[in-house]
C-alpha cells in the first residue's frame, strides 16, 4: 500500500496537480481559491494577490499557469478572464467568477469556490480509497495464489508422482491447474500487468472516469449509491449559485455542467421545465423526487423564509455524510472478507499439499 501511495503521489508530482485534458484537480483549485479568498479578505487586489501568490514556494506547481494570469489583470483584464485564458479550471469556476465580479462578492465567490472543491475533493478521495483498497487486495491475492500454484505445487506434484503416492480430487485438481498456470505463467503476468494498467487508466484520465463512473451508474449494486453522490454534489452546487447572487433558472443550468450522473441530469431538466411553466425551485425538485421527503419539505420551508442556500448547505452537508458513512461501512466490510477468502484460498492450497504429505511420512514410518 505505501508503494502504491508513493507511485500516486510521484504522478501527482509530475502532472503539476493535473488530471487530463490539462485540468487542474479538485486539490489544485481549492488551494488556489483558498489562497485567493486569504488576499482578498486582506484587501490586495487580485493582480497583487496572484504576484503574491506566484512568490510563493508551495506553488511551484502553478508557476506556468499563475504567470500567465497575472499578465492578463497586470494588462488591465478581470480575474475571471484570467482564469478563462489560462484553460486549466472548469468553467464553472470562470462563470462564478464573473458573478462575482459584477455583484461584487468576488471573495465570497472565491471561498465558497475553496469550500465546494475541498469537499468534492475529500469525496473524491473517499470514492478512490473505496476502489482501490479492494484492488490492491485483489493484486495481493492474485500474486500469492499464483506463485504458490505455478511455483510450489508443481514441486511437490513432482514428488508425489515419484513416491507413487494416490492424492485427493482436490490436490489432483490443484495440480492440473498448477500444470496449466506453469506453461503458461507468461500469459498470466501479461494479464496482471493489463490489469494494472486498467486501474491506472481508470484512475488518471478522464475516459476512465467516465467510463467508472457509467459502471457505478447502471451495476445494480451502487446505482443507488452512484446516484446519491450526484444529488449531493448538486446541493452543493445549487448552493454555492444561490450564494453567488445567481437566479435559479441559470443556476440550474450551471450545475448541470457539474452533475455526471444521467438520472440526476434528466431530473435537473425536468425542473427546468417547471421553471418555464412557472413552478417554484422548491417545487419542481419535489416532483422529481431529487431529495427525500425530509430534505424537500425543509427545501420549502426555507424557499418561504428566503434561506434556500443554506437549506442546501445543509442538504448537501448530510448527503456527504451519509456518503461517508457508507464508504466506511464498504472498507470495514471490505478488509475481514479479503483476508478470509485469502485465508481460505492458502488454506486449502498447503492442506492439499500437506495431507498427502503426511501419509507418505506415515507409510515410511
Known sequence: M???TKLKNLLFHITGGRHDEGRLSN??????????TNLLSAGVTPSASLKIMLDDTDNRDLTKVLTDMQEVVSAGGRLSEAVDKSGVFPPYVTELLIVGEQTGKLE????????????LDD???SVRSAVSYPVMMVVMMFVIVIVLLSRVMPVFSQVFSQLGT???AVTQMLMKISAVLSRYYTVMIVLFVLFVLFYLYVYYTANGRKLFSRFLERFPATKDFSEKMAVGRFASGMQLTYEAGLDTYYSLELVSNIVENETVLNKITECRKMLDNGEGLADALMKVHMFTGFYSSMLTIAAKSGNVDKALGFIAEHYRQDTDRKINRLLSAIEPTMVIILSVIIGLILLSVILPLMGVMASIG
Do not use: K
Not at 465570497?108 to 469537499?119: N, W
Open 108 to 119: 465570497s465567490v472565491t471561498e465558497s469556490l475553496a469550500r465546494y472543491y475541498e469537499d
Open 123 to 125: 469525496l473524491g478521495e
Open 27 to 36: 486539490a489544485m483549485i481549492f488551494h488556489f481559491c483558498q489562497q485567493l
Open 2 to 4: 505505501q508503494l502504491i
Open 166 to 168: 494416490s492424492v485427493g
